[in-house]
């Protein structure tokens, strides 16, 4: 069974990143309408919650922008509080993931460092050809989720970053730029006040704008005046990564009797928190896992 896929809209899924090595940084922004309004169809997250978590799927990509391997990057904020779990993935390859967790029934307030007080950022490179994770965790810093990350890259990268990010239910954007390590050899000088240039330009960008503009049209307006080194620009697609496959492993690490038991008023029914897609096996199909497979290996971590 194939992954669930949401085709990129031209205008608007798309990712592009630009070096300025006049100005010693590089730069990228996103905006994301169909996968973001798609994953939210999934749950009837709170009003807050959807916005944090579009600007979680923005900042997944954003982030892979800057990365030069083949594999998925995801963004995970845990909390002690209402909010359980934030998670926003992307690939290489351009395919978006997202979730949240959260305690029903809890009023969000607009205060971001309140509600996840005590939690923490993970942030996890998984390699698709060499099966190696690298991950990195912080204390969540910051009055939003755009500061967080800022925080984490002068932390854990002593690299600075500028992030900005917005979400407003329908369409979900961001903007990123990071100051580049000195290396000699170079034709090109860098200038000097280079990074605070950035810095007084993004200031100029606010929410509304972040969300309606097209990703190449807003940096075109920030940047036309400098030299820029242009990447193609990546598609972005909202794709899941389950299958039956999965599924039925899932149901054979959880053991024959427990699995028949999910089936008891004649079949299991295993819905996908990612996608909302359901997988349904009675018991004949159960049992016929657990007789031709013969005993569970050890899930790969």
Not at 5 to 15: A, C, Y
Not at 18 to 34: C, D
Request: charged share 20%; hydrophobic share 40%.
């Amino acid at each position: 069974m194939s992954a669930l896929t949401v085709e990129p809209d031209s205008l608007s899924e798309s990712l592009h990143a630009w070096a300025l090595p006049q100005l010693g940084a590089r730069v990228a922004a996103v905006r994301l309408t169909a996968s973001y309004r798609e994953v939210l169809s999934h749950q009837p997250y709170p009003a807050q919650l959807a916005g944090w978590l579009g600007e979680g799927l923005a900042a997944s990509a954003l982030l892979m922008a800057g990365l030069k391997f083949e594999g998925r990057l995801s963004l995970q904020f845990q909390s002690p509080n209402a909010l359980r779990l934030l998670y926003a993935e992307c690939s290489s390859e351009g395919d978006l993931r997202g979730i949240a967790r959260w305690q029903e029934g809890h009023a969000f307030s607009a205060d971001f460092r309140a509600e996840l007080a005590g939690g923490l950022l993970v942030l996890t490179l998984e390699s698709a050809r060499q099966r190696e994770r690298h991950q990195g965790i912080v204390p969540l810093e910051g009055d939003n989720l755009a500061e967080c990350l800022a925080a984490y890259f002068q932390q854990s990268e002593q690299l600075e970053t500028l992030v900005l990010l917005a979400a407003d239910g329908q369409q979900c954007a961001g903007l990123l730029a990071q100051r580049l390590p000195s290396e000699g050899g170079h034709a090109t000088a860098v200038d000097p006040d280079g990074w605070n240039r950035i810095g007084h330009l993004l200031a100029t960008v606010g929410p509304q704008e972040l969300c309606s503009s097209a990703p190449d049209t807003l940096l075109e307006r920030l940047f036309h005046d400098e030299t820029r080194l242009l990447r193609e620009p990546t598609s972005l697609r909202l794709r899941c990564r389950c299958s039956r496959d999965k599924v039925s492993e899932v149901l054979r690490q959880i053991g024959r009797e427990e699995a028949l038991a999910a089936a008891e008023s004649g079949q299991a029914a295993i819905t996908c928190e990612f996608c909302g897609r359901v997988y349904r096996f009675d018991r004949v199909e159960i049992e016929q896992l657990f007789h031709l497979a013969g005993p569970a290996s050890p899930r790969l971590q």
